[in-house]
């Protein structure tokens, strides 16, 4: 997810167009072939496959996921769905206690940030906010690697245009 800030001086964070140009450009492809065997020698059961994947490509590109911070109004709205059909939260800037980044290895039962991990035990970052009543609501889980630092910078930013805490348990490395 990439953050951007809107000409009103909002902030949204979440998936770009690209992705949802790449899944579309592989359902036309994929639609494409499809036609194209059908054409050849008619349906067969080797014509499944494509089928399968041209629905889970349309699932990407109609997936949504996204974050609406307007410090103006004080909201933080959380929309998630599929091409029309979305879920909408909203929540007050007020209810926010602090926007927090924690780090930890996955399959590592001790949550130790400073662990390494190899394989599959891959180090994460976790970005999230942080409510009064001391539940949280994750925005992001990406593995540590793949953030290479944006969503860490992506949270800060947010922080400071929303006016809310931010805090994490370990020092920023880039």
């Known amino acids: 997810m990439k953050i ?19 899944y579309g450009l592989f359902c036309v492809v994929l639609l494409i ?15 499944i496959i494509p089928i399968l994947l041209f629905i889970i490509s349309l699932g990407g590109a109609g997936y949504r996921e996204e974050w609406h911070f307007n410090p103006h109004k004080g909201e933080i709205i959380y929309k998630i769905g599929f091409l029309f059909w979305v879920k909408r939260e909203v929540y ?6 602090r926007i927090t980044i924690t780090h930890f290895v996955r399959g ?31 925005i992001e889980i990406i593995g540590e690697r793949a953030s290479g630092g944006m969503t860490e910078g ?13 805090w994490q348990d370990r020092q920023r490395e880039r």
Not at 12 to 19: A, D, V
């Open 33 to 47: 072939g499809f036609f194209s065997v059908l054409d050849d020698g008619g349906f067969t059961p080797a014509t």
């Open 92 to 97: 007050s800037s007020d209810e926010v206690k």
């Open 4 to 22: 951007k800030k809107l000409r009103d001086g909002s902030l949204l964070y979440g998936l770009t167009i690209f992705n949802k140009v790449v």
């Open 108 to 138: 590592n039962p001790r949550r130790d940030p400073q662990a390494k991990g190899r394989g599959r035990n891959r180090p994460m970052v976790v970005f999230s906010l942080q409510f009064h009543d001391d539940s949280t609501k994750d």
């Open 154 to 166: 992506a949270a800060l930013t947010i922080a400071s245009v929303m006016k809310i805490a931010y």
